[in-house]
């Protein structure tokens, strides 16, 4: 008895100044982690390398550099489409929606900002910035605003030196994407993991938005990818898949991007497949797009970023805002 009386004392002194936080960190990264990056080929398919989590860098949302923003509370009880189509963000808890709830009201939103509405569009994947454009204006997709400083606001010096507009569209095979970006400095010298510490774009989706509503972790159907127009001096814009919980399913991201006089374009087909959901319309789902800043060339560093979400806060996912399929048009 006096050595189980020891042992246990030794426990709590050797643990009683472990923080709170790791139990945290251990529940949004599950070890081991699984980092997904485009490969430099052709074809842009990507790897998947199984590495110790301590060995990776924190990607964006899950710094202590975004600690200076204002947490966001709970969302409201939920509501539908039309209830919520330009309110913003409250307090409150919600209830979790009950399967029968989510089977009878597919169009469970988070009131963070209007609903984004991606337009059904004619099917091809991406060719060009120019071509997908051309595609979204037909199929009748509206922008949505990029101006909220959701990080780095002392830094933010305005719409003209980081704003931007969002035009989504969807077809049976990809998710679309055409981000036009303001931005007075183009600098993107970064790539791979970091590539948020140069000019990008960040795509943050919750595919189950009925089943985890309440969640403020990642889980397995929680997706968080940049985007990148690269240098804008040759063709070469990239992606990084970050995750931590889900699998993505089989596919590969199309992209383009232009340089223009007040900053870039970028277009972008994500598969379905990889974000292992079928489209229907109607149909929604957690959504936020963001785009980085970095003004210094010369560095890797995030300036200022600006989201669809004006409330967006790290990785909460009760922080995004909410994208619909849109029906198609008769």
């Given at each position: 008895l006096v050595i189980l009386a020891i042992g246990a004392l030794s426990w709590m002194l050797v643990h009683r100044d472990t923080p709170s936080t790791v139990g945290q960190a251990v529940e949004a990264l599950p070890s081991p982690a699984v980092v997904r990056a485009a490969t430099p080929t052709a074809a842009?398919?990507?790897?998947?390398?199984?590495?110790?989590?301590?060995?990776?860098?924190?990607?964006?949302?899950r710094?202590?550099?975004?600690?200076?923003?204002?947490t966001?509370?709970?969302?409201?009880?939920?509501?539908?489409?039309?209830?919520?189509?330009?309110?913003?963000?409250?307090?409150?808890?919600?209830?979790?929606?009950?399967?029968?709830?989510?089977?009878?009201n597919p169009a469970v939103v988070r009131p963070n900002g209007p609903i984004i509405r991606a337009a059904p569009i004619a099917g091809g994947g991406v060719?060009?910035?120019?071509?997908?454009?051309?595609?979204?204006?037909?199929?009748?997709?509206?922008?949505?605003p990029l101006d909220t400083p959701v990080y780095g606001g002392s830094n933010w010096g305005g719409p003209q030196d980081l704003s931007g507009s969002l035009w989504t569209g969807w077809d049976a095979s990809y998710l679309y994407?055409?981000?036009?970006?303001?931005?007075?400095?183009?600098v993107q010298e970064s790539s791979g993991i970091l590539l948020y510490q140069g000019d990008s774009v960040e795509l943050q989706f919750d595919s189950d938005l009925a089943g985890d509503f309440t969640s403020r972790v990642y889980n397995d159907?929680?997706?968080?990818?940049?985007?990148?127009?690269?240098?804008?001096?040759?063709p070469s814009p990239s992606w990084q898949w970050w995750s931590y919980r889900g699998v993505p399913g089989p596919g590969a991201i199309q992209m383009a991007a232009v340089r223009d006089s007040d900053g870039y374009t970028l277009a972008a087909a994500v598969p379905w497949t990889m974000?292992?959901?079928?489209?229907?319309?109607?149909?929604?789902?957690?959504?936020?797009?963001?785009?980085?800043?970095?003004?210094?060339?010369?560095t890797l560093e995030?300036?200022?970023?600006?989201?669809?979400?004006?409330v967006r806060q790290l990785n909460d996912p009760t922080s995004w805002g909410t994208l619909q399929l849109a029906e198609p048009r008769r």
């Open positions: 842009n398919t990507f790897v998947a390398v199984a590495v110790p989590l301590a060995s990776i860098p924190p990607p964006p949302g710094q202590p550099r975004d600690t200076n923003t204002v966001p509370g709970p969302p409201p009880a939920i509501a539908t489409a039309a209830l919520l189509a330009n309110t913003t963000m409250a307090t409150g808890t919600p209830p979790r929606p009950s399967p029968g709830t989510a089977a009878a060719t060009s910035v120019d071509d997908l454009r051309q595609r979204l204006l037909a199929g009748g997709a509206q922008p949505a994407l055409l981000v036009k970006v303001t931005d007075d400095i183009f159907d929680d997706w968080q990818i940049g985007l990148s127009p690269g240098n804008l001096l040759s974000l292992r959901v079928e489209p229907q319309p109607g149909a929604t789902f957690g959504f936020a797009v963001n785009v980085n800043d970095n003004d210094t060339p010369g995030q300036k200022s970023m600006v989201s669809t979400s004006p």
